[in-house]
């Protein structure tokens, strides 16, 4: 499931995720981060896009939501780049 695959990978990387009942999407925050913050690091380290929590509210400033709508050659691809930055 891409859902369980990229709760791994955001969790291997220090964020903590919550997945919502019935969604397609994961939500994801780091160490009190804005959400600007993790976009610009994700997308420079790993050539990833995400989208910044705060498009959904100030409530959700600190977070960001994860789409697992990608095919899972995309989805394998981010997993060989995080694995490659973490060893």
Excluded at 3 to 23: H, N, Q, R, Y
Excluded at 64 to 76: G, K
Aim: proline share 3%; net charge negative; glycine share 6%.
């Amino acid at each position: 499931c891409r859902l369980s695959v990229l709760t791994d990978l955001f969790e291997m990387l220090g964020f903590s995720v919550i997945i919502p009942k019935g969604a397609f999407y994961l939500w994801a925050g780091k160490d009190e981060l804005n959400c600007w913050d993790i976009v610009s690091e994700l997308a420079d380290e790993f050539g990833v896009l995400v989208t910044p929590g705060d498009f959904f509210g100030s409530n959700c400033s600190n977070n960001i939501r994860i789409a697992a709508v990608q095919p899972e050659s995309v989805i394998t691809l981010l997993k060989d780049r995080i694995h490659t930055h973490l060893s």
